[in-house]
């Protein structure tokens, strides 16, 4: 799922809005025939974006492709990654650096360690899906170094989530949830469901669990996040949470072309047009 249109288009939104205060989000303007304010150039997106991913899952299931397991996996840890990143809009690398009380993390730790812990569940993926096509024995080791062959160097890695600028950070973690999407939209489901490596915890699990891994784990840490915000005195505000579920609709958008990139092309060209006609 590579970016696209849409997602430049609400981007832009994003950029331009999330500064913005309460008194901002009254300030005069319409949508269609409602005149509550500036909130209603978010609130109007939001419904614009829910009515497409409506359409087009409905276009979709009528068309006989319905999503498969994996799809419909990969589908909540992507809404999960675009919640990630409208709760670190507009976070500065002063902020990003900040430790927000003694003894917690600071954002770059937790971001890191999200991205650390998602190198080896996609590893595990990855690896497993290679000894089922091998017909290996299970249970399937882990050997030391997949990690590294599948993904890169760790040290590049690490110089990156440890040294470099929240944008790089966020630029090699968009890059890297692009790989994975990709990667994995066209896994059948009879070798989603079987086994992956044992890995520390010592018994066989399914790549199903270790896909709704990066789902859980990354909810575990956003949820940590939003705690280090407050600690920041990042308290939410209105545009933020209109925002918050901007991201969400648009990746309801998105997860309805798992497998089907050409599905409703169009119709989300016009809709980035839209969009950003009115930013």
């Given at each position: 799922m590579p970016q696209n249109q849409l997602f430049s288009a609400i981007n832009r939104l994003a950029d331009t809005s999330h500064p913005f205060t309460d008194v901002d989000m009254g300030q005069p303007y319409h949508w269609r025939k409602h005149g509550e304010g500036v909130r209603l150039a978010l609130i109007g997106t939001y419904h614009e974006l829910r009515d497409l991913a409506a359409t087009l899952a409905s276009r979709r299931s009528q068309n006989g492709s319905a999503t498969t397991l994996v799809q419909q996996v990969l589908g909540q840890y992507h809404l999960g990654y675009r919640e990630l990143q409208a709760a670190m809009l507009g976070v500065t690398d002063e902020q990003f650096e900040q430790e927000p009380a003694p003894?917690?993390?600071?954002?770059?730790?937790?971001?890191?360690?999200?991205?650390?812990?998602?190198?080896?569940?996609?590893t595990l993926i990855i690896y497993g899906l290679e000894q089922q096509q091998g017909g290996?024995?299970?249970p399937y080791p882990f050997p030391a170094g997949e990690v590294e062959r599948v993904t890169g160097s760790n040290d590049?890695?690490?110089?990156?989530?440890?040294n470099q600028p929240f944008a790089t950070i966020w630029h090699s973690y968009n890059a890297f949830h692009q790989r994975v999407l990709d990667e994995l939209v066209a896994v059948p489901d009879e070798q989603?469901?079987?086994?992956?490596?044992?890995?520390?915890?010592?018994?066989e699990y399914s790549l199903q669990y270790?896909?709704?891994r990066f789902d859980a784990h990354l909810r575990q840490h956003l949820v940590q996040i939003e705690k280090t915000l407050l600690w920041l005195n990042r308290p939410e505000?209105?545009?933020?949470?209109?925002?918050?579920?901007?991201?969400?609709?648009?990746?309801g958008v998105e997860n309805t072309t798992l497998g089907a990139p050409e599905l409703g092309k169009a119709e989300r060209q016009a809709l980035a047009k839209k969009i950003q006609d009115r930013t």
């Open positions: 003894g917690e993390w600071p954002l770059r730790v937790i971001l890191g360690h999200i991205m650390d812990a998602e190198r080896t569940f996609f290996i024995e299970r590049a890695f690490y110089d990156i989530i440890d989603f469901l079987g086994a992956s490596p044992v890995w520390w915890e010592e018994e270790r896909l709704h505000t209105e545009a933020s949470r209109f925002l918050r579920l901007i991201f969400r609709a648009l990746a």
